[in-house]
């Protein structure tokens, strides 16, 4: 049964685009959040107010949070919303885990297929719950966050996250509880091998998208992840209008049919970007282990070979990569990857 009345507190550690988002929304709708996240962050915020945006023209400002640079040393939050990076899982497990009561409920909106074993792993005594966001968030100016595309929250059919049902709901947040978050996690992380691409090419995600020579490199990474995932015999949920099988054959498609067929996935503002991209921008370390690099591994154990996948997680960790041109690295995928 859904409520619209939150059932306690809520923590936001890792309160960056997605979780301040999150939390922020929630807030919006009458919830008690805590923000966990970078001083720096928090001091945008209290110059400017948080003002939460998204692509229907939902408008919204809180004037101030409860903004927290570590874990509040009082009270117990009845959900945490973990939305750090994926190399930051560990750690931020571990503080939860010193700071906790066993059996408190942490909710993952993180990217990646490894973030629920790393918290485990490093929280056993926490309940790890996973959840998957399907829309971009970015920060078009200082306190300003906008859900560039639409979608619902996915999350584990947890019996506690019933409960918070319809608070996120009131939020402007449909949260879908499903059976099969390994299936949605892998089939999210298949898109999300458009990030480094977008990346690397430098353009906002709707260009990018219409341009079939930056589509094809994207569509050569999936089919590389796609024969991984068949011989490990992983299912993989449907995200989108057509098959996750059938997406490379969608990118590599005529613009013309593209623009047609993708209409859904081109419903994107002009100027959005993949996280990816805004890291890049910011010269900071890219979830691109979480991603091409958790093709890499799952090859490696089924023994099905991923250069390409291989290539995206070299290419972004090598000193190279700020030095070269979009173009210089088109030339290099469009060889490496055809
Ligand atoms: N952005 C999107 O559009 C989007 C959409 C869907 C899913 N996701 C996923 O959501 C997750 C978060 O992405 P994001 O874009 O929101 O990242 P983000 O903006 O970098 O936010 C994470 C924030 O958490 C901070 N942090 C890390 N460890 C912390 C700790 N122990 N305590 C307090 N703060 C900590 C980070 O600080 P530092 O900067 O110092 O590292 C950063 O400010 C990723 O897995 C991403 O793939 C993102």
């Known amino acids: 049964m859904s409520s619209v009345q939150a059932p306690g507190p809520v923590w936001v550690l890792g309160a960056g685009l997605v979780g301040t988002y999150l939390g922020g929304r929630l807030a919006l709708a009458g919830c008690q959040v805590h923000f966990i996240g970078r001083r720096s962050f928090g001091e945008t915020l209290a110059a400017h107010g948080l003002t939460l945006t998204d692509l229907d023209g939902f408008q919204g400002r809180l004037d101030t949070v409860s903004w927290h640079t570590t874990l509040p040393a009082e009270g117990e939050p009845a959900l945490v919303l973990l939305c750090v990076k994926s190399a930051d899982t560990a750690g931020a497990a571990r503080q939860l885990a010193e700071r906790l009561k066993g059996g408190s409920r942490v909710l993952s909106f993180q990217n990646g297929v490894d973030n629920m074993g790393t918290l485990r792993a490093n929280a056993p005594e926490l309940i790890a719950v996973a959840g998957m966001v399907p829309f971009n968030v970015s920060?078009?100016?200082?306190?300003?966050?906008?859900?560039?595309?639409?979608?619902?929250?996915?999350?584990?059919?947890?019996?506690?996250?019933?409960?918070?049902?319809?608070?996120?709901?009131?939020?402007?947040?449909?949260?879908?509880?499903?059976?099969?978050?390994?299936?949605?996690?892998?089939?999210?992380?298949?898109?999300?091998?458009?990030?480094?691409?977008?990346?690397?090419?430098?353009?906002?995600?709707?260009?990018?998208?219409?341009?079939?020579?930056?589509?094809?490199?994207?569509?050569?990474?999936m089919e590389e992840a796609l024969a991984v995932l068949d011989r490990a015999g992983q299912s993989l949920a449907r995200l989108t209008p057509l098959p996750p099988a059938a997406l490379p054959t969608l990118?590599?498609?005529?613009?013309?049919?593209?623009?047609?067929?993708?209409a859904r996935m081109l419903r994107i503002d002009a100027q959005a970007r993949s996280s990816m991209a805004d890291d890049v921008a910011r010269g900071r370390v890219p979830e691109i282990d979480a991603l091409c690099g958790?093709?890499?591994?799952?090859?490696?154990?089924?023994?099905?070979?991923?250069?390409?996948?291989?290539?995206?997680?070299?290419?972004?960790?090598?000193?190279?990569?700020?030095?070269?041109?979009?173009?210089?690295?088109?030339?290099?995928?469009e060889s490496a990857l055809s």
């Open 251 to 262: 990118l590599r498609t005529h613009n013309w049919l593209f623009r047609r067929a993708a």
């Open 139 to 221: 920060q078009p100016a200082p306190g300003r966050l906008h859900q560039g595309t639409s979608g619902a929250l996915l999350a584990d059919n947890d019996a506690s996250l019933q409960a918070w049902q319809g608070v996120f709901s009131r939020a402007g947040l449909p949260l879908h509880l499903r059976d099969d978050m390994a299936a949605v996690q892998w089939a999210k992380l298949l898109l999300n091998l458009n990030n480094p691409i977008n990346a690397l090419s430098g353009l906002p995600l709707r260009e990018q998208l219409l341009d079939r020579d930056w589509r094809a490199c994207t569509a050569a990474l």
């Open 294 to 333: 958790a093709v890499v591994r799952l090859g490696r154990r089924v023994g099905v070979a991923t250069p390409r996948n291989a290539l995206m997680v070299s290419a972004f960790l090598s000193t190279e990569r700020p030095q070269r041109s979009a173009q210089a690295w088109r030339r290099t995928l």
